[in-house]
Nanobody, 117 residues
């Protein structure tokens, strides 16, 4: 079955860093655009960053370059490096895989990131 398994979330102090990982199985990884979304309490889910199989990236402007998305196609894994974290970054972060040609996608279960002192 298709699985997107996320890890790396947790509690971090303001100004700290975290790296999220998402390991995909059950899909042909190179055929999907990978992305990270997040949803804070009371807010809409928003795109954080995406990356194509060839490495083309897209970021939310509000992140001001603090986040970096990358992928390792040999490991079926996408990463989100988060630096200079702020309390407003607190949210559930979701891994997403979207097929490059057909109109379907898969979601991870989400991992909680809490930025607090």
């Amino acid at each position: 079955q298709v699985q997107l398994v996320e890890s790396g979330g947790g509690l971090v102090q303001p100004g700290g860093s975290l790296r999220l990982s998402c390991v995909a199985s059950g899909i042909t990884f190179s055929g999907y655009v990978m992305a990270w979304y997040r949803q804070a309490p009371g807010k809409q889910r928003e795109l954080v960053a995406s990356i194509s199989s060839g490495g083309t990236t897209n970021y939310a402007d509000s992140l001001k370059g603090r986040f970096t998305i990358s992928r390792d196609n040999t490991k079926n894994t996408v990463y989100l490096q988060m630096n200079s974290l702020e309390p407003e970054d607190t949210a559930v972060y979701y891994c997403n895989a979207r097929h490059t040609l057909f109109d379907f996608q898969f979601w991870g279960q989400g991992t909680q990131v809490t930025v607090s002192s």
